[in-house]
């Protein structure tokens, strides 16, 4: 049987959990104590994060997407990843969206109001101190979850930016809730990579944390459902991807705030790190930040760190769309604009490979 070592205060962890359920396949779940960290997941992949699926085989995978992957291989059924190239486009690029840029509301909401930054202290602490007092858990959960709070600021997420991500994040709920009051899933009656991708920040976050979970209640009660019926799938609803490659229109303009708020940052990061490596030709290893940008919503401009690991998502879409044919390409046309286009087919001079949970050049 698999064995997930996770959190259910953790995003990532959510995603591969949905997933899980999803396909039905057996396994029993391990709260990541600091033993378990201790004895297992620092020994088995020689990083800090969760989650870590172990296989009935003994191989320990870590990261949402390779953990996600490598499932697929071994239970292709009802594939998540759609066959059409606008489709799998879409879907791919979702899952960049939702796992990397999905982030900055969920720690906003999480750590910038108190009912919920009270809520996650007292869920940190009850992994960390599963038997102590509710005492004795807000104090471990105050201490361990420390350098989450903390990383606001390396994000961007600041005072000055806080109405700015608010004001992207609801007008968001409000694209996803007029799509998911017509389809069940992102492309269908299927979930797809992107679902999953969405599914991390929007449940584990913004729907479990008190305050963000009434908001979207009251606001987006579509979502609600696409999150519930994503957290607890019905077993009769194994439907398909819409049919005739069709991304419907109602996701256009999530895919357009993608492209607007995201690729930007994208792109200036790729730039970043071909200048890095130019500075330090002779070190493999890529540093988690390799310096500072500049985003923008809307009319907000702030600073964060440049985090090449988006890279290593951003390539799956761009790879993908490398790979076309012409014929696919031209189908791709009809539905992305020539910025969109553009912004896919930038080169990347620099790859991004994951060796042994690390990132290195390719």
């Not at 088995?44 to 296989?55: D, E, K, N, S």
């Not at 796992?99 to 750590?111: F, I």
């Not at 004795?136 to 005072?159: K, V």
């Amino acid at each position: 049987m698999y064995q997930l070592i996770g959190a259910p205060v953790s995003l990532y962890t959510g995603k591969v959990r949905s997933y899980l359920d999803f396909k039905g396949i057996a396994y029993r779940e391990q709260l990541a104590t600091p033993q378990v960290f201790r004895e297992v997941i620092i020994p088995r992949t020689g990083v800090r994060y969760i989650p870590v699926l172990i296989t009935p085989q003994d191989q320990a995978i870590q990261d949402s997407t390779e953990i996600i992957d490598h499932l697929e291989q071994q239970f292709p059924q009802l594939s998540i990843y759609p066959g059409g190239p606008r489709q799998r486009l879409a879907a791919l690029l979702l899952e960049v969206y939702g796992d990397e840029w999905l982030v900055n509301p969920a720690m906003l909401y999480r750590w910038g109001i108190d009912e919920n930054r009270r809520f996650a202290i007292a869920e940190f602490g009850s992994v960390r101190l599963p038997e102590g007092s509710a005492e004795e858990q807000y104090a471990a959960g105050l201490e361990a979850s420390g350098p989450f709070a903390g990383a606001l600021p390396r994000l961007g997420i600041t005072e000055h930016s806080r109405s700015a991500i608010e004001h992207s994040y609801l007008t968001l709920l409000d694209e996803l809730n007029k799509h998911f009051a017509e389809h069940a899933f992102l492309l269908g009656e299927r979930p797809c990579i992107g679902d999953f991708g969405l599914i991390g920040p929007l449940y584990a976050h913004l729907y479990r944390d008190p305050a963000s979970g009434r908001l979207m209640q009251e606001r987006a009660p579509h979502v609600v459902r696409w999150v519930e019926w994503m957290i607890n799938p019905d077993s009769n609803r194994q439907g398909d991807f819409l049919p005739d490659d069709q991304v419907p229109a109602s996701l256009l303009p999530v895919l357009q705030r993608m492209f607007d708020e995201q690729v930007p940052v994208l792109l200036e990061t790729a730039r970043q790190l071909q200048q890095w490596v130019a500075a330090n030709p002779d070190t493999n290893e890529i540093p988690r930040a390799i310096g500072s940008l500049r985003y923008r919503l809307g009319d907000m401009q702030e600073e964060r760190l440049s985090l090449p690991f988006n890279l290593w998502m951003w390539q799956r879409p761009h790879d993908f769309f490398a790979g076309l044919d012409d014929q696919d390409r031209a189908a791709v046309a009809e539905l992305f604009s020539a910025e969109q286009i553009t912004a896919l087919t930038a080169p990347l001079p620099v790859r991004v490979q994951r060796q042994h949970n690390r990132l290195v050049r390719g």
